[in-house]
């Protein structure tokens, strides 16, 4: 009797707490950056997240967790409770890269997420520094290829740059079936992080390295840079004249920097199911899409069976390359 009383005291004790929280969204949402401010990942979350606190009418909080190329936030926001109070930004570093370099990752990009959209894509840009020789991304390779082990590049490690340049590597060392395939062996040179990589590139201590589009494009119209070849499967908007790998002789070639929006696998799914049609709604309006699109950003397919299966596709490629590799964590 005592024990069925303390039952209905519990229960009766929950009904104001349950109410009070009403249907959801009842309170702010977190969304989590696993990188610091100020990157390109950060500015995409905060563009999205204020965008989504207007259709949902409660506020979008972004918190920035760095650490570990996104592992550690990513780590810590999966654990959060799947309440739909946390959305996690997912991206290539973290979500694809990442599995690559260590197989014992404290989650898995596929099981413990559900992948609501992807929010952008950009490619790397190959730039040599104005004073070198190579007008051509063929001249480039022709050269690399003639001379073994001669030529350098920078990279920041397991940074969307290094691993189009292994790619880039791989892909031109291919040689089954092909004649007068020659193999392209060039030397890397690390680097901490990419102002430090940038500023040995302009003061041409360095000669070449793939960098982001967006970072790139003020130091190639002042003539400092010059672009030989995007890394994406079609031209890009702010280098026109810039041809893609892919057409520079190598088919298929792609190797991009993305982003996208994710949630804790366990979320309800009336939840998910708001979250994704709100955050399509969002990035298909002209607004996004022309902000997007004037920075050299591509608007990917929209929608989660579209973001889940190029989540898959990118874990595949990159495991692949960094393993064909033997690249290290550091």
């Not at 969304?31 to 500015?43: H, N």
């Not at 392209?184 to 680097?191: A, D, E, N, S, T």
């Not at 088919?251 to 994710?262: C, M, T």
């Amino acid at each position: 009797m005592l024990r069925r009383a303390l039952l209905c005291a519990v229960a009766l004790a929950a009904i104001p707490s349950m109410a009070q929280e009403g249907p959801w969204p009842s309170r702010p949402i977190k969304l989590i950056v696993p990188f610091p401010p100020g990157g390109t990942s950060d500015v995409m979350a905060r563009m999205v997240g204020e965008e989504l606190a207007k259709a949902l009418k409660q506020p979008v909080i972004v918190e920035n967790r760095g650490g570990a190329g996104g592992t550690t936030g990513t780590a810590a926001a999966v654990k959060l409770p799947a309440d739909g109070y946390t959305i996690i930004q997912t991206g290539v570093g973290q979500n694809a890269v990442a599995h690559g370099l260590d197989p014992r990752l404290p989650y898995d990009s596929m099981r413990d997420f559900v992948h609501l959209t992807q929010v952008h894509s950009g490619p790397n840009v190959l730039v040599v520094n104005a004073d070198t020789p190579w007008k051509s991304f063929k001249e480039l390779v022709a050269d690399g290829q003639a001379h073994p082990g001669k030529l350098t590049y920078g990279y920041t490690h397991a940074a969307s740059g290094h691993m189009a340049m292994e790619l880039l590597k791989q892909t031109v060392s291919d040689c089954a079936g092909k004649k007068d395939c020659k193999p392209l062996f060039m030397v890397g040179i690390p680097y901490r992080g990419g102002g430090p990589m940038l500023s040995d590139l302009l003061g041409n201590q360095i000669p070449f390295m793939f960098i982001n589009q967006d970072v790139a494009l003020q130091h190639v119209k002042s003539g400092k840079l010059r672009a030989l070849a995007v890394s994406s499967a079609q031209r890009n908007p702010l280098y026109p004249d810039v041809p893609t790998v892919a057409e520079s002789g190598y088919p298929g070639f792609s190797a991009l920097s993305w982003s996208g929006l994710s949630v804790a696998r366990g979320t309800p799914q009336p939840v998910v199911d708001r979250l994704e049609a709100e955050l399509t709604k969002i990035m298909e309006s002209p607004a996004i899409r022309h902000r997007m699109e004037s920075q050299g950003f591509v608007v990917p397919a929209q929608g989660s069976k579209a973001y889940t299966e190029f989540v898959r596709s990118e874990v595949a490629r990159w495991t692949k390359v960094i393993r064909t590799a033997g690249i290290k964590p550091e």
